[in-house]
Every structure is written in C-alpha cells, then in structure tokens.
Nanobody, 125 residues
Framework: QVQLVESGGGLVQAGDSLRLSCAVSGGTGSVYAMAWFRQAPGKDRDFVAGVSRYGGTILYADSVRSRFTLSRDGAENTVYLQMNSLKPEDTAVYYC??????????????????WGPGTQVTVSS
C-alpha cells in the first residue's frame, strides 16, 4: 500500500523560504505522477505543482509559478517543493498526492489516488 508523508512545514514571515518534502513508501514502483495541493481554511483544495513519473514534465499553478520549484528524486522516492518569497496568502495545509494510473501530472484532484496527511504552512505578514 502506497503511503505518503509530508514534512517541512512551519511558521515563517513573509518573504522567507521553506522546503517541503514528501516521502513515498510501499509500492513505490506503482507511483507515477505526483503533485502538491494546498487547502486554506474554508477553501477548496487547490493544485500547486505536479511532476511526471520521471520528472520530464512539471506543472505549476499561476499563483506560485515564479516562486515555487518542484523536484523529484527517484532514487530516494521523495518529492520536494521549494517555496521562496512566501506570502501570507500561501498559508494553508499542503498535501502531497500520488497517482498510480497516470504518468503525466494533472491539475485535477480526482486524478490522484493517494494522499498524505498534510503539513501546515503559515506565513505571517
């Protein structure tokens, strides 16, 4: 059974950086596309960034495109999200997601079938 565990969240000030990690275990060979989503209080869970099976395709939400960088380490079965120039509106619970039925990343939450428990990111002004 595929399991995802996020780490690296915390409380930072506007303009600071954070690096989130998502470790994949159990059935790693069946994990293809992966992504980060985030959910602020009272809002939907929104796509942040996604990567294809071997890292050749990376997608970003417009709101983070020039500030966040997603990377994937196949050897370590880990996905990272480097977040720079953080803003208060980036405050949310960040979730790692994995797809076992598609190679390319998707903006749609329903295309991912495994999720981590989430890690809180809070950016103060």
């Amino acid at each position: 059974q595929v399991q995802l565990v996020e780490s690296g969240g915390g409380l930072v000030q506007a303009g600071d950086s954070l690096r989130l990690s998502c470790a994949v275990s159990g059935g790693t060979g069946s994990v293809y596309a992966m992504a980060w989503f985030r959910q602020a209080p009272g809002k939907d869970r929104d796509f942040v960034a996604g990567v294809s099976r071997y890292g050749g395709t990376i997608l970003y939400a417009d709101s983070v495109r020039s500030r966040f960088t997603l990377s994937r380490d196949g050897a370590e079965n880990t996905v990272y999200l480097q977040m720079n120039s953080l803003k208060p509106e980036d405050t949310a619970v960040y979730y790692c997601a994995a797809a076992t039925l598609r190679y390319s990343p998707s903006y749609q939450r329903t295309d991912y079938d495994h999720w981590g428990p989430g890690t809180q990111v809070t950016v103060s002004s």
